[in-house]
């Protein structure tokens, strides 16, 4: 069982930064599709960003230049480094992981709230 649990949000003012992580247990982070989504207040749960087993790397449009996924073998965690924060990227953030079973994400933590002040 794959066990996630996200940490580092927090309030931050519109042009600043946060780097959230993600401890994985139960899988090695090298050999999953990890991922980042978001939910806004009000809205459905987005895909902000991910990274492959290979190391390659996918953002949503919104967050591209600003935000950067990355992966730690070592530590078995993954990372999401936001810069350039805006009102709108306000919202809970999830780490996601891939089930190998169904080739989807299927593995959820808790969320971290990241709320953007104006």
């Known amino acids: 069982q794959v066990q996630l649990v996200e940490s580092g949000g927090g309030l931050v003012q519109t042009g600043g930064s946060l780097r959230l992580s993600c401890a994985v247990s139960?899988?090695?982070?090298?050999?999953?599709?990890m991922g980042w989504f978001r939910q806004p207040p009000g809205k459905e749960r987005a895909f902000v960003a991910s990274i492959r087993s290979s190391g390659d790397t996918y953002y949503a449009d919104s967050v591209k230049g600003r935000f950067t996924i990355a992966r730690d073998n070592a530590k078995n965690m993954v990372s999401l480094q936001m810069n350039s924060l805006k009102p709108e990227d306000t919202a809970v953030y999830y780490c996601?992981?891939?089930?190998?079973?169904?080739?989807?994400?299927?593995?959820w933590g808790r969320g971290t709230q990241v709320t953007v002040s104006s």
């Open positions: 996601a992981a891939e089930n190998l079973a169904v080739g989807a994400y299927g593995y």
């Open positions: 139960g899988r090695s982070v090298s050999s999953l599709r």
